[in-house]
């Protein structure tokens, strides 16, 4: 998407939050804000046609994600996957979120390689913009990837979700010493700004919390896993993000929040300024998803960083086989100060589906959530 272009499309959607928040008597918390700003059809950041994933500024793009950096990501991947849809006899992997359908073509065809080469794939995505990207990578798998715009009737198999949570809308919370007040959005001479009102919400910790701490709750995040859990007849999911457990990400240093937006592969804190241009996205409370599954029914069946679910899974090996800059690109999912400690896997399994998920053999932190 080009300047001007994307400009106009700011511009709209900016005029059409602000209709909203008129509508609404003048403040819209900020969950709402968000996904007007993620997901407007046609003006959102994820419904509008502006590059999202890549390697480089250069490419257009805004953020890089690990299947984009290394196929050696999903074929690590997929020893997980085959475990489970041996263990659960199924034939299919569902994938929420799939970007631009590099993570898929990585799963089947280290699927493939390990003689599972008729499994269904089917990814739940709401953008049109993406999903015709996802159809162009994925042609050459024919009938084998479909697409759905909702929640399948049922699932029996393996959900996938790579960076999924983090762009799930979230609520705002800013303590003042005394009270919480939920922070929204309003407009002040034409202009988006926050603004906070008094709430009865609180985080699910007990702090301590400095005065002016900005945090985030995230209800949807959670109830999205519940869903889950009434949907999954038999088999196990895995969400890969980055994030805390809940003790870390209301630690009293944080104070701050995690809300952060990216466009052309810079960060910055104003998910208010040109709506629809960037990425807004908080970091995951594990603890939270891990209850909200659990209380549905689900088993937590592990918890680990990405370094080390990826070494389970026999990540080395194939960084052995791969080329130079191969080797290069996938040290950088495993690296500590790369991808590979910030991000998380939380794993989940139905009841009565009773394994030990080779992806957090080693290194499980379930004790921390």
Known sequence: MQGSEAGSVSMALGEHIRTEIAVAGGWLPFDRYMALALYTPGLGYYANTRPKLGRMPADGSDFVTAPEL???????LAAQVAQVLEIAEADEVFEFGAGSGTLAES????LAAMGHAL???TIVELSAELRARQQARLARFGDRVRWA??????MHGVVLGNEVLDAMPVQLLRFDGQRWQE???????????????DTALRPPHEGPFLPGTVTEIHPQAEAF????????????????????????YYHVQRHGGTVMCHRAHQADTDPLADPGEKDITAHVNFTGIALAGQDAGLDVIGYTSQARFLINCGIAPLLEAADLRGRAMAQKLITEHEMGELFKVIGFATTGLVFEPIGFSE???LHRL
């Open 183 to 197: 922070r929204g959005v309003a407009v002040r001479d034409g202009q988006l700004v926050f603004d906070d009102r």
């Open 149 to 154: 715009d909702q929640w399948p009737s049922a």
């Open 70 to 76: 290394s196929p050696l990501f999903g074929r690590a």
């Open 119 to 121: 499994v269904r794939y």
């Open 363 to 365: 290194g499980d932190r």
């Open 107 to 110: 799963v089947l065809d280290g």
């Open 225 to 248: 896993v519940t869903s889950l859990a009434g949907q999954l007849e038999r088999g196990a999911a895995f969400f890969i993000d980055y994030g805390f457990p809940e003790a870390e």
